[in-house]
């Protein structure tokens, strides 16, 4: 059994953003409301139905501190912070506020 702690994650089918599952077993954007497992484990098997809802539910290695539940590997830190490029909404919304 691992002594590393793990949180759940994956992309939303709606839209395809990074989402984290909480203790009620519904999808957050927010990393601070997931809910942290002892094990990978038990991580896995909270799951359940909840993973329809999103494309390819994992855990993710994560250290607990002051400010919540932080990644441990680099790749899940940046998928953690948000998309690296605007959105094409947000594109949309920046063209119209220049036309304006």
């Known amino acids: 059994m691992s002594s590393q702690q793990h949180v759940i994650t994956g992309n939303r089918l709606g839209d395809g953003r990074v989402v ?4 009620g077993g519904a999808w957050r954007t927010a990393l601070r409301r997931a809910q942290v497992f002892a094990s990978v484990e038990a991580a ?3 799951v359940g139905s909840a993973a329809a ?3 390819e539910a994992y855990a993710i290695e994560v250290e607990v501190g002051d400010g919540g539940p932080r990644p ?3 790749r ?3 998928r953690a912070l948000g998309p690296s490029c605007e959105t094409a909404s947000e ?4 063209a119209q506020r220049t036309a304006a």
């Open 20 to 23: 984290y599952l909480d203790a």
């Open 44 to 46: 896995r098997a909270a």
């Open 53 to 55: 809802a999103v494309v």
């Open 72 to 74: 441990v590997a680099m």
């Open 76 to 78: 899940e830190r940046l």
């Open 91 to 94: 594109l949309r919304s920046a």
